[in-house]
């Protein structure tokens, strides 16, 4: 039986999360996220917040920052590796408000911004998840 939680999920916590979300996908799509970082922030800085057209910084529980796969290139060397951002407090009050467990609340978000690295869409990735559904 697990221990239950006695305080918020530290950044450590997430990131356990979020590489085991990385981990239980289909050896397909793993192989594809190796160069993949992940960094676990309090919130999403304002110039983020600004760029994407968000107003509220509880609304950003996670990001894809870099090129797709379907735009990457050799001529592309000298980029940053590609990163997923998880934003830690508007997590947690998902979680809390949700009543998901957090493991599967990340594992969405990963799902989610790994889809982006494989250049879908929010609007596709909507409508996979529609199509699941039924």
Known sequence: ??????HAPDAAVLERLARQAIAAMPALFRQHLDGIAIQIEEFAEQEVLDELGIEDPWE????????ALTEQSIWSSGDLPPIIRLYRRPLLEEWVDSGVAL??????VIVHEVGHHFGFSDEDMHAIEDGLGS
């Open 1 to 6: 039986m697990t221990e239950p939680l006695r």
């Open 60 to 67: 950003l529980t996670g990001l894809y920052q870099g090129h």
């Open 103 to 108: 493991d599967a609340l990340i594992a969405h």
